[in-house]
């Protein structure tokens, strides 16, 4: 790619915004880095863009900024719909995303999984499953590691394990996966997209380019993700772990199976995967389909899919204490993903929940903590809507308790309060950026306060 003489602008300063940043000039462009935040309130070092050579524009957004562009990328957290974004679109500038410029880059097939939940231990095991077949192998995206890196390091003849968020597709057009798998569908970012309906298409845009040639991975058992199937035009592979399909990979006598083109393959019981819970069955079904699709032989599956154990923030033993164990799901920003944590233990659990709200309905997730948890500790901006939605739905006033905007309080009351064989878990079921600079922190912080009592 030779943009020598090109002029970019590059919206959000992200992680995202770094590597397109450094990429773009790395390929001889002109290369300007906006973001609406000032210096001061961003927490990166800087120096390293400017010692390329990057200019650094910080606070409002002037159309000026456009003066000349010939490309604008725009990082996930900004939002299309921002007046320097728009303007982009009428002065006919290219607008794309880095997961996009990924893509123009690739020279490896890359294999990409969304969903409200469930992304990157699906990613992150998938990537484990293709190292048995290919080397190199990426994994980037919305886990952390900028696809655009991933893509370049891998080169030829590999394999690439993209996460894929709602964010990465709105302004996206032309990514186009060999293999997209799509895990779920449950309401979550609607502040930013606006409708559940929007939403979706969001989602499902990651599969819109594809073609006969390639495959589409789909969840058999949500209603949303089955119905796909009529908008896409690659070959579909739906996994289950409720049903036996006539092709497709699902649980049979409690063991992972793949049927595809007449023949069967067997994998390993599902009480021997290193991840537990019935949504992590779903994840791993998922990876074994994007794996075996990509080429890889299901006998040398069996070992990866033990032995994985999982990823951090997602439902992560953290330590014992006295008979009580304790577990970091920081991940869980959303009702549909703490449900699950909760439907992977047994009754007797204090919950600690709350934080930046999402203001979706919790009716499902109040009716299962009335059930399953013994105590209900609630922190953050959310706690005052979590506590009055408990109280409505029947949830015991005496065990609810509050901790204020401290993680802190909230560690050490449920320290006070659990008793063998009880378990602590932090499941929050709302964002964090009322309290940290992202789930990664908070789920940190917690096992850092947990880790010291």
């Known amino acids: 790619m030779n943009l020598s003489g090109k002029k970019v602008l590059v919206i959000g300063a992200g992680i995202s915004g770094f590597a397109s940043a450094k990429l773009v000039k790395s390929f001889g462009a002109e290369v300007v880095l906006s973001d609406a935040k000032e210096e001061k309130d961003i927490q990166y070092d800087f120096q390293e863009l400017r010692d390329k050579g990057i200019k650094l524009v910080f606070g409002p957004q002037q159309e000026s900024l456009l003066d000349d562009v010939d490309w604008v990328m725009v990082s996930p957290a900004v939002p299309e719909r921002i007046p320097l974004i728009q303007a982009a679109y009428a002065r006919k500038i290219r607008v794309l995303t880095e997961v996009e410029l990924a893509y123009e880059l690739a020279e490896s097939p890359i294999c990409a999984v969304t969903g409200t939940n469930g992304k990157t231990t699906t990613v992150t095991l998938l990537g484990l499953l293709l190292a048995t077949h290919y080397n190199p192998v990426g994994v980037g995206g919305n886990i952390g590691v900028p696809l655009s890196e991933e893509v370049l390091r891998v080169g030829k003849g590999g394999c690439i394990a993209a996460e894929i968020s709602s964010y990465q597709m709105e302004i996206t057009k032309d990514f186009h996966p060999h293999i997209a798998a799509v895990l779920n569908v449950t309401p979550d970012h609607i502040v930013r997209h606006g409708s559940m309906e ?86 791993a079904l998922a990876a074994i389909a994007s794996a075996f699709l990509a080429g890889c032989e299901p006998a040398k599956m069996i070992h990866v899919l033990k032995e994985f154990r999982g990823v951090e923030h997602r439902i992560e033993y953290v330590r014992d204490l006295d008979g009580v164990a304790y577990y970091n799901d920081s991940k869980a920003t959303n009702t549909d993903s703490a449900i699950k944590a909760l439907e992977t233990f047994d009754d007797g659990i204090v919950l600690l929940a709350g934080g930046d709200d999402k203001l979706t309905d919790l009716t499902d997730f109040m009716q299962l903590c009335k059930k399953r948890v013994s105590d209900l500790v609630l922190l953050g901006a959310a706690a005052e809507r979590f506590e009055q939605e408990a109280l409505k739905n029947g ?22 309060l659990a008793k063998a064989p009880q378990v602590v878990l932090l499941s929050p079921a709302c964002a964090s950026f009322d309290m940290y600079d992202g789930m990664a922190q908070r789920g940190r912080d917690f096992k850092r306060l947990v880790n010291n009592l």
């Open 198 to 283: 929007v939403y979706q298409q969001m989602k499902e845009k990651m599969f819109g380019q594809q073609t006969a040639e390639d495959f589409l991975v789909l969840n058999y058992d949500d209603e949303q993700t089955r119905g796909m199937k009529a908008r896409a035009k690659a070959k579909v592979c739906y996994f289950s772990r409720r049903e036996e399909l006539a092709e497709g990979a699902f649980v049979r006598d409690d063991q992972l199976v793949i049927r595809w083109a007449g023949q069967e393959y067997l994998l390993c019981k599902v009480n021997e995967l290193g991840i537990k819970g019935a949504h992590n069955v779903e994840n």
């Open 395 to 416: 949830y015991p006033a005496e065990h609810i308790h509050r901790a204020g905007f401290s993680m802190e309080k909230a560690v050490e009351k449920a320290h006070a």
